[in-house]
């Protein structure tokens, strides 16, 4: 089955500064790759994702980049905010968000 | 539109005893699914179902059972809790089934569970 690492688990970054999560994934089948934020005590919810046919989509300050030879992607988020400061989620899943497998997370702190 | 709705959202168990917990989306989802959250484990699949009738396993299914009579509701089930199944537990849905490009996972406010 689908397994998805996630690094570093914890990441703690100035106010201002950029941050990136690197996650790596092991099925090739897999075609989805979502991000997931998650504040102190709240739900996941869906801050971007990238499919496989596409290598790099941005979203304001938020970017993800897709190597799917390598079965690499990541998270760059720019121009860091205190409210960014959340456990970051990467995750895979085959079309359709057919069994979505997550990484460990990463608690990111963005300090003011 | 209520979107995923969990009960409860706390519970305490002894060791041995069982309980249902309760998933219903009101969004037509075909896809529905059932994950733990332990600290430093992230989100693990327990199961999951592509539509009414249809369940299968995920990572961590042993001790759960799973049934999905309807598209609205996907209950959890406990037959005989154990402290190790102390955890969060999240219900998500999405529009799901294969090509489909709505993947969204949409999940549940959670539900603490203490097993002791």
């Known amino acids: 089955g689908e397994n998805v690492e996630q690094h570093p688990s914890t990441l703690s970054v100035q106010e201002g500064d950029s941050a990136v999560i690197k996650c790596t994934y092991s099925d090739s089948a897999s075609n989805y790759f979502p991000w997931y934020k998650q504040e102190l005590g709240k739900r996941p919810q869906l801050i971007i994702d990238i499919r496989s046919n596409v290598g790099e989509k941005k979203d304001q300050r938020i970017a993800v980049t897709l190597n799917k030879t390598a079965k690499h992607f990541s998270l760059h988020i720019t121009e860091t905010q205190p409210e960014d400061s959340a456990v970051y989620f990467c995750?895979?899943?085959?079309?359709?968000?057919?069994?979505?497998?997550f990484g460990a997370g990463t608690r990111l702190f963005v300090k003011a | 539109n209520a979107g995923v709705t969990q009960t409860p959202k706390f519970q305490v168990l002894k060791t041995g005893q069982s309980m249902t917990l309760q998933c219903a989306q009101d969004m037509n989802h075909e896809y529905m699914s059932w994950y733990r959250q332990d600290p430093g484990m992230g989100l693990r699949l327990i199961h999951y179902?592509?539509?009414?009738?249809?369940?299968d396993q995920g990572e961590v299914p042993n001790g759960y059972n799973v049934s999905r009579s309807t598209t609205e509701d996907f209950p959890l089930r406990l037959l005989s809790a154990a402290p190790s199944q102390t955890s969060v537990y999240f219900c998500a849905s999405s529009g799901g089934g294969p090509g489909a490009t709505n993947e969204k996972l949409f999940f549940g406010s959670g539900t603490q569970l203490s097993v002791l």
């Open positions: 179902s592509v539509g009414a009738g249809i369940t």
């Open positions: 995750a895979a899943s085959l079309a359709g968000g057919f069994k979505t497998i």
